[in-house]
């Protein structure tokens, strides 16, 4: 995912360029400081996504979105310490709107959003062929070896997935196994389009599904068809944009 900063603050730049860097599939290809700048850049390097603030000397966030071509415009993001642009925004076609200082996590959820959107997008392009690359590439089964004993198991059976240490138990509606690996591991091996870290210590089958269960203001659990109930800690907005594809 080709991705393009732009912001006239030195620290806000750097800030984004270091919570970018969690993200396995993105490429930083150009940062700029000023609107013309951006034109410019964004014309000769065709981000799929930029991150760009609203209030810059000369040209501002604004101004760069109409001086593009409509039919060839990226993913936009915008990333500003002003919540009153927001409507504003959103009438621009922006994907997302991030406050400063942006977490992690929230800008997590906004290149989610990207990702979905080109998958589900007839128009073809670099980054819809890498997620579809991405996605047919992972292996269908999980090999689970236990003493002479060797398993393959569809991923499609697995209802959750849990963390024991430098373990990880896989449950499943027959019986269950443990593999030796790590949730991270695991984690690259499985489909993105079929299941999601709900928290450090458990991924889901988005299929198994059921409901999501408030337990308290702040916090949630996932309900499995099965009634298995698993605390949450991701955002139940993003949890929601994922089950919409599903």
Request: glycine share 4%; aromatic share 6%.
């Amino acid at each position: 995912m080709k991705i393009m900063l732009i912001d006239d603050e030195p620290p806000a730049i750097e800030r984004l360029r270091r919570l970018l860097r969690t993200q396995e599939d993105v490429e930083i290809v150009a940062e700029c400081s000023n609107g013309e700048e951006a034109v410019t850049a964004i014309e000769k390097y065709e981000p799929d996504v930029i991150l760009i603030d609203i209030q810059m000397p000369g040209m501002d966030g604004f101004d760069v979105i109409e001086a593009l071509d409509p039919e060839r415009l990226p993913a936009v993001i915008f990333v500003t310490a002003y919540d009153q642009h927001a409507v504003r925004a959103f009438e621009a076609k922006a994907l997302d709107y991030l406050l400063k200082p942006t977490t992690r996590e929230r800008l997590a959820a906004s290149l989610e959003r990207v990702r979905e959107r080109l998958q589900n997008s007839a128009e073809p392009g670099p980054l819809r062929e890498f997620l579809e690359e991405r996605t047919a590439s992972r292996p269908k089964r999980i090999t689970i070896r236990n003493g002479e004993k060797i398993t393959f198991l569809p991923t499609e059976q697995i209802d959750w997935i849990e963390s024991a240490g430098n373990y990880v138990v896989l449950h499943c509606s027959e019986e269950n196994h443990i593999l030796r690996e790590t949730m991270a591991g695991l984690e690259q091996q499985l489909a993105p389009d079929s299941f999601y870290r709900l928290s450090r210590s458990a991924i889901v089958n988005l299929r198994r599904i059921k409901e999501v269960e408030a337990v308290s203001v702040s916090e949630h659990s996932v309900v499995l068809a099965n009634g298995q109930r698993i605390p949450m800690t991701r955002s139940v907005r993003e949890l929601e944009r994922k089950l919409k594809f599903v």
